[in-house]
């Protein structure tokens, strides 16, 4: 998973970067203990050893530069976000839509996070969509945190409906008329929420063959792994049909996906990514499908 905006790249966190955001995190908390004792505890325990443990990083850079550093984690599909801390100005909120991205991707609701009431850090969270759900009890000679949530749109793959024909010719160039007349079989959409921003097709070439036409997604949606999902969907619908193996031309923003279609078992043969149905099925394969 790696989201690139116009300034900042977000991406999991690996062992290399535990020196920068260890020191970003400090700086950023340092003086804060009564507002967030977690903050002590992870940087007396080091980033490294958080990520050995299963926690879920995120980190923010600019160019080579490591610009910030966040956890989630999530349960029920509440997440909480906590450790948001940012070297470079501008790259917290790069970091925090890349969070949010990342909890739509894995069916998260709510998004959670706290800051102290009535300081600009409560009110910069609010300007971001988060509202207040809550207030804790102070320490003695420590301040009121406010929780603030923020409902998540829906990011998910399903069946294209006659609603969605505009959106897919916007995105395909494909004639609309065709889908204003119902479902046409083997065609799917990325939605999130009610926006309609991806679309994808599958079809038999005969001989247990089908072929996924190249996913198409609207700008600021390329680069995070959603073509992967699409084209998972796709597969899906096409083994159901009966197909043996699925085939997927390898254009250049795909082949950056390489080790995340590997993942899925698509492999690349040549200029094209191919996939054999009836392989046993690995837990989290279903993962984007329609609930």
Not at 154 to 164: F, G, I, M
Not at 205 to 234: D, F, H, I, K, Q
Not at 236 to 241: G, I, N, P
């Amino acid at each position: 998973m790696t989201y690139r905006g116009r300034d900042f790249t977000v991406r999991r966190f690996a062992a290399e970067d535990a020196p920068a955001a260890d020191a970003i995190l400090r700086a950023a908390f340092d003086g804060c203990e009564a507002e967030y004792p977690e903050a002590t505890a992870a940087v007396a325990r080091g980033l490294a050893m958080l990520a050995q443990t299963g926690h879920n990083l995120l980190v923010a850079e600019a160019g080579r530069r490591l610009a910030a550093v966040v956890r989630w984690r999530a349960e029920d599909g509440v997440a909480t976000i906590d450790l948001l801390a940012s070297g470079i100005p501008g790259a917290g909120r790069a970091l925090l839509r890349g969070v949010e991205r990342t909890l739509q991707e894995n069916a998260v609701r709510y998004a959670r996070l706290a800051a102290p009431e009535g300081t600009l850090l409560e009110d910069l969270f609010r300007r971001h969509g988060y509202t207040p759900v809550g207030r804790s009890q102070p320490p003695p000679g420590g301040p009121v945190m406010v929780t603030l949530e923020r409902r998540l749109p829906l990011l998910t793959v399903r069946e294209q409906r006659r609603e969605d024909a505009e959106a897919i010719a916007t995105l395909t160039g494909e004639d609309p008329w065709p889908f204003t007349q119902g479902r046409r079989p083997g065609w799917f959409v990325l939605a999130d929420g009610d926006r309609v921003v991806g679309a994808v097709s599958v079809r038999e070439n005969g001989r247990g063959l089908a072929r996924v036409r190249t996913p198409a997604l609207a700008p600021g949606y390329t680069g995070r792994a959603l073509e992967v999902w699409m084209a998972e969907r796709a597969a899906l619908h096409a083994e159901t049909d009966g197909a043996l193996t699925v085939a997927l031309d390898a254009t250049p923003a795909l082949e950056a996906l390489r080790r995340e279609f590997e993942e899925r078992r698509w492999f690349l043969e040549g200029q094209t990514f191919v996939k054999h149905l009836g392989a046993p099925r690995t837990p989290g394969d279903d993962a984007g499908e329609d609930d």
